[in-house]
Each structure stands twice: as structure tokens, then as C-alpha cells.
């Protein structure tokens, strides 16, 4: 069974953002929200460099932003990740609010969105 409840193709910047999420979530868990740690941030721009080069999809750099800013908001929600440090949760807060703030995502840079 498929669940369309959000839409009959889906939508690309809301799957990359999805498994991307994690390992920004995970690279920060990793080092209690210190920094990102290399390992994961490694496999975050190799995901997004093979997909980039398989898919094309440049435009998804444009329009990924708000997908980003909601797959933050779950990860950093207390609801659902109670136990996390106040540093990892602040780079997520970080990460929402800075992404937004640009017209078009770097995830090269991703680091920098993560500082305050």
C-alpha cells in the first residue's frame, strides 16, 4: 500500500530533505551539537552530489528551503526528540532560521547554517 495523503508523484525536495535531515541530525547528535561530525556530513554532500549529478535537479537547491525548515522543526521538537542536548537543538534552530534566510540552499556550506 502507498500513501499519497500528501500528493499523487511527491515531491523531490521533500524526500532529499527528509533523508538529508538525518545525517545533519545524526552528525550533531554524534558530537552532542558541538559540530557537525565529518563522518556524516561526508555522507550528507555525497548523497546530494550523487543525486545532483543522477537527477539534474539544480532547481531543487532553489526550492528546498521550507522542506528544511519543517524536517528541522520535527527533529529539534522536544515532543519527539526530548533527550537531546541544548546544543544540538540550538544548531537546529540555527540551521532552520539561516536556511530560510537565503534564496538559494549551499549545501557545500551547510556548516554555516548551523552556527548562531
Not at 1 to 20: I, Y
Request: proline share 3%; no cysteine; net charge negative.
Amino acid at each position: 500500500m502507498l500513501d499519497r495523503s500528501r500528493g499523487e508523484w511527491g515531491e523531490a525536495a521533500d524526500d532529499v530533505s527528509s533523508m538529508t535531515i538525518n545525517y545533519l541530525f545524526f552528525g550533531l547528535l554524534k558530537t552532542d551539537g558541538k559540530e557537525l561530525d565529518t563522518d556524516f556530513k561526508e555522507l550528507y554532500e555525497t548523497f546530494f552530489d550523487v543525486y545532483l549529478d543522477k537527477s539534474g535537479d539544480y532547481e531543487l537547491l532553489e526550492v528546498i528551503r521550507p522542506f528544511y525548515a519543517f524536517r528541522g522543526l520535527v527533529v529539534a521538537s522536544p515532543v519527539w526528540y526530548p533527550n537531546i542536548s541544548l546544543d544540538t537543538r540550538r544548531k537546529l534552530f540555527n540551521f532552520i532560521k539561516n536556511v530560510l534566510e537565503t534564496d538559494e540552499f549551499d549545501y557545500k556550506g551547510v556548516d554555516r547554517y548551523l552556527e548562531g
